[in-house]
Each structure stands twice: as C-alpha cells, then as structure tokens.
C-alpha cells in the first residue's frame, strides 16, 4: 500500500536528539510512512549520526536533504514541496509521538476523508512537568472558523497536525502574495497554519499524543533582536482576514497585541538591543498604517487604551 503521509523532520546541529528522534520512527506500530529530514546546514555531526541510525532495522521510506542554513521555516516549507504523498507532518527532532500516531492517522483517514487530522498534545512546561494541551472544544470534527477564531488573542488550538500537501501549498501560495521577498519574520508558519484552517472543509481530531519537549536551550528563553519582525505577521493576517466579518474584531486585537507586546518587550530590553532604532522605525511604520477612527470600532475598553497609548507615544 502506497503511503499516506511524510513526516518531515528539520534537522540544525541536534546530535544530542537524531538517535531518539530515529528511535521513536522505528516505534510507530504501522511502518506505511516516508520520512523527509531536512539538513538545515549543520555544523555538528548531526547527519554522520543520522545515517548510522538509518543503516539497519528501517522500514519506513526516507530520504536526507541537505540545504544551506535558511533555518527550520524554510526547511519546513522545502519538505511539504519535497514530499510525493497526498499529506504532510512536521515533526520537531526534539519532540515525540505515541507510538500510535501513523496509525491512528491511516483508522481516522478510512472513515473520514479530512483535510486536517489534529492529534492530542501534551506539553513539557519544564523538565519531566507535563501538562495537557486544552483545546477549544470536546467534539471531535471541527470547524474550520473556530480554529481561526481560537488561535487569535492566544493560541486554544494547535499547529502540531496531519495536513494534505495541497492546502499547504496553497497557504503557502497565499502568504507569499504579502511577504513578497519571503522573508523570515520568525512566525511564518502560525500565519501558514491559520491559512491552512481557512483552506480546509474537514478537520478531525485524532486520539494519538504529540509531545512537545521543553527546549532549555530555546531562543524564546533569550532575547531576541529579532523578535520585533513578528508585527510584520500580524499586519500581514490583519490583511488578509479582516474583511471577513466574523473575524474582524478577533484579527483587529491580534495586531495590536502584537504591537503593544513588541513595544513592551522593547521598552524592557532597550538596554541590550543594538538594533532598537529598527524597532522603532517598524512599529512606527505600522501604526501610521491604522486609521485610528475605523479600527477602534467594536474594539473594546483596554484595547482602544492601548492604541490610544501607542499613538500619544508617536513611536
């Protein structure tokens, strides 16, 4: 039988992760997957220890991409163009699934022909403290409209999912229309995601584990001279989703929590970004794109301080 899925895996500098990220492929009790790891440039011996878990015992298709270091997103989006199957998984080589998973996939996929099949997630707060993902809902098909809504002003539903290639390319078709140089602006992927609900008609809940593991080592756990870019993001979804009626208001306070948390972050860390002029100039360049008078409709009390406050403060 013919596989369903590619799971694709990036891959930068994770020698101390490639031999249990193999270990938990070997485990998934049905074998009928491809597997994609994209080599994101690593400068360790992450993909010499990767081919000698591959030697021996693999049922499971594979294949190794090298490219130059463009980070996880761009190895990301190379896997999904990459893979030769109807639907696609990124899997994070830290991360771990119940042994389940591909076939928990392949009983859901035999009685519903979903777009997206979402799987239960635990996450690791801190080392060996686990705790459930909450989803927004109990019922086991969801709509569409709801996920978007639910990953707007915090995220109650999650990316971690079996998508078809198709939707994938699509999202990724759109976007770019915005982010016309394709840019990097750290989360690309959660505007993606949200694009692949609005792309799909059925999305089903699955009963297999995705296990998200604490990073100590995480760039979220640093300061980032980067991390004002995300506000790039945030216009670019209030672009395109904020015509539709249902999720103005929700769109509307997702850019401006983006501008007033990236504000916040700058004013607490001014002292040691070297780029703070940058930020300054694209949070500027942003809110002169907000008529002030159009956006604070139906917004409520706390949020039209917030703009009020950014815009007396003419960043």
């Not at 594979?62 to 270091?69: A, L, R």
């Not at 995705?210 to 979220?220: A, D, F, G, K, V």
């Not at 756990?221 to 995300?230: E, F």
């Amino acid at each position: 039988m013919k596989a369903l899925v590619t799971v694709i895996i990036p891959i930068y500098n994770e020698e101390n992760n490639v031999t249990s990220c193999v270990s938990i492929l070997k485990q998934q009790i049905n074998q009928n997957f491809n597997v994609i790891f994209i080599d994101d440039g690593s400068t360790d011996k992450t993909v010499d220890i990767l081919k000698e878990c591959l030697i021996s015992d693999i049922i499971f298709k594979y294949k190794i991409v090298s490219q130059k270091n463009l980070g996880a997103a761009a190895a990301r989006q190379n896997g999904i163009f990459l893979a030769e199957t109807e639907y696609v998984m990124i899997f994070d080589c830290d991360d771990s699934l119940s042994s389940n998973y591909i076939e928990d996939f392949y009983s859901a996929h035999i009685n519903e022909n979903a777009d997206i099949f979402i799987p239960n997630v635990k996450i690791e707060k801190n080392k060996d403290n686990w705790m459930d993902f909450s989803l927004f809902t109990e019922d086991e098909q969801l709509n569409p409209k709801d996920c978007i809504l639910n990953s707007l002003d915090g995220w109650k539903v999650h990316g971690w999912f079996i998508c078809r290639k198709s939707i994938f390319l699509k999202s990724y078709d759109e976007y770019y229309m915005y982010n016309v140089e394709k840019y990097n602006f750290i989360n690309n992927d959660e505007v993606v995601t949200r694009l692949n609900f609005r792309n799909s008609e059925k999305i089903i809940k699955l009963k297999a584990l995705y296990y998200y593991c604490y990073n100590e080592n995480s760039t979220t756990k640093r300061i980032n001279g980067n991390k004002y870019l995300m506000v790039n993001n945030a216009y670019i979804l209030y672009q395109m989703l904020s015509s539709d009626k249902e999720l103005n208001i929700s769109v509307k306070n997702e850019l401006l929590n983006s501008l007033w948390g990236t504000f916040r972050y700058m004013h607490s860390n001014k002292k040691e970004l070297e780029n703070l002029n940058e930020w300054q100039l694209l949070l500027k360049e942003k809110l002169k794109k907000i008529n002030y008078y159009e956006y604070v409709i139906n917004l409520n009390f706390k949020s039209k301080i917030k703009l009020f406050l950014l815009k007396l403060l003419n960043l």
